[in-house]
């Protein structure tokens, strides 16, 4: 059974050799595991850790073509799946002794039986040698293993470090300062994802580990990071003092920097922009980071209100009452410092979370109009924010459905910071609309390595497996994020849509009674549990839902999934059209759903295709 697994996983690998992006995540995917079930799994049966795994199968592979094509190393290295040449050189050079260029010449000389031979007795006195190497790195620079991971000016792009900053710990006396220490953290996480050479852990996946036990080993290999920076705020009236300290978890947890920074709260922005600086020159010694900018002081009220309410925002955006708290706060933040841009931007994203949380026509246009607004003037007083151009983004996209000048935001918010993940699932989103499904995964997967923890982001890539009709795909990674989130609702809802495609009701009514019982709508839970009928069942809920009645989903694509899911072509079409008319955000990405494939020559749906822009692959692309 071992040998099975290895194979099985090795020819997934080989399928997908050309990929660079197939990684450990995507391998798991294929495995029908989750990505800590596989790391286990590899580790127990290989002794490896799952990157090394995949990358040693990769090398065995170019040398094969070394041996048999007239390639050179660039082009083996792309053949083989590394997205740089040197970075390649340096993985042969590191498994096989010599390069890639060095091999194919001794083998000229000496068979490549025999370099194979030497290359595998060798190892050992490699490490040795880059045990005392790297010895003299941390002694003498302190980061020198970091900064080789890096192309110096005038070298081919290698692979970049990967950086996960950990929740901030609030250390003040009363405990009462979290809002300050979240807020340090997501500031820090937003500057460091502006920088060239780092992949920077998305807030959503980092958050998890917040008052977590875990050994730092553990978070890094969830993360996929090399690297963990931690830290503390201590607060005492206006003041502030953080404690930073930064971590290489492998192969044995060493603490290789650490600083303080004494403050006054009103310059928090300083100290991000301060430590951003600090790290990055640490790590980057051979680079030239750019300076620290010299940032005005925010009022401190103004941010001590604006840290209340996005804390609101990052932990409770499904619940109506605590976005309302989240408007005050913001409002009155920016009623004290009208030129403090963060805050208007999280005052966008928090009146289009209510817009997501409501049902009345009136009161949504109140809320998108007041989102608008608010992004605008983010942007009016800050272009930087790469955050503001992908709330903009998802505005003028979901809302307007102009999605070029979705695309064209998304892609400046990625110039402005290359790890942003919501931007890379815009583009997503763009692709999809666009009926290039091929991209459109690329995208999801993309934002899933920049935030591998964030049940969104995963549930994201779900979807867009359901919507290309890779189903198992699609199963692997809900039944993933439910492993991870056991109550994540939107995960539920939305596999019972793929046991359904797939033919399995019976599945479908399981996974959603689990739901109801999650949401205490027992009437519903018990009338599934003893339904005559799939089409009874949905039925039952439709009551509910088309009288708008607490705890069931009113959504007006939804409520047209269910007409479709009882063959009711009419309804379907009727709530279809209503969700078109109040320009309902799920609406351009429904309609490319399997569950409406039989609705594809219907003239009706087929002018609603058209009126909002989406286009369907005549042949799937992958």
Known sequence: MPELFITKAKQFILDNLENDKFGVSELAAEMGLSRSQFLRKIKSETGKSANKFIRDIRLEESISLIEKDDHTASEIAYKVGFSSPSYFNKCFHDKYGCTPGEYKKQAGEEGFSAIETKAASTPNNRMKVAGMFLLFIIVTVGFGYWGAKLAKPGEAETEEIAIAVLPFLDLSEMNNRSHLALGLTDNLITELSKMKGFRVTSRGSAMIFRDSVRIYSEIAEYLGADLLLEGSVLTEDDSMLVNVQLINPFPQEDHIWANQYYQRTTKILQVVSDLSYNIATEILHATQPAAPQELPAV????????????????????????????????????????????????????????????????????????????????????????????????????????????????????????????????????????????????????????????????????????????????????????????????????????????????????????????????????????????????????????????????????????????????????????????????????????????????????????????????????
């Open 299 to 622: 009022d401190g009220q103004a941010h001590e209100l604006y840290q209340k309410g996005r804390m609101l925002w990052l932990t409770q955006d499904i619940r109506k009452d605590k976005m309302k708290d989240a408007v005050e706060y913001l409002t009155a933040s920016v009623t004290i410092d009208p030129d403090f841009a963060p805050a208007y931007l999280t005052l966008a994203e928090c009146y289009m979370a209510l817009d997501r949380l409501v049902y009345d026509h009136a009161e949504e246009q109140v809320y998108r109009t007041n989102a608008r607004a608010a992004v605008d003037k983010a942007l009016e007083l800050d272009a930087t924010l790469a955050d503001a151009y992908t709330t903009k983004a998802n505005l003028v996209g979901k809302l307007d459905w102009d999605w070029e000048q979705m695309k064209q935001l998304a892609e400046r918010a990625l110039e402005l910071q290359p790890s942003n993940s919501d931007a890379h699932l815009v583009l997503s989103n763009y692709f999809t609309v666009k009926g290039d499904y091929k991209n459109a995964i690329s995208e999801a997967l993309t934002a899933k390595l920049l935030d591998p923890l964030n049940p969104r982001t995963l549930s994201f890539l779900a979807e867009r497996y359901y919507i290309v009709g890779e189903y198992e795909k699609s199963i692997a990674t809900y039944n993933e994020v439910l492993e991870l989130f056991p109550t994540f609702g939107f995960a539920m809802h939305s596999l019972g849509y793929v046991y359904l495609q797939q033919g399995f009701p019976e599945k479908s009514i399981e996974i959603w009674t689990e739901l109801q019982d999650l949401m205490r709508n027992e009437a519903v839970a018990e009338y599934y549990r003893t339904g005559p009928s799939f089409e009874d069942c949905i039925r039952f809920y439709m009551k509910g839902a088309l009288t708008g009645q607490d705890k069931y989903c009113c959504n007006q694509s939804v409520v047209s999934g269910l007409f479709m899911m009882v063959n009711d072509i009419e309804g379907t079409i009727d709530y279809l059209k209503v969700a078109y008319e109040v320009r309902n955000e799920d609406l351009p990405f429904v309609l490319s759903y399997p569950l409406y494939y039989p609705l594809h020559n219907h003239p009706e749906f087929q002018e609603l295709v058209n009126d909002v822009g989406v286009v369907f692959p005549q042949t799937n692309p992958l």
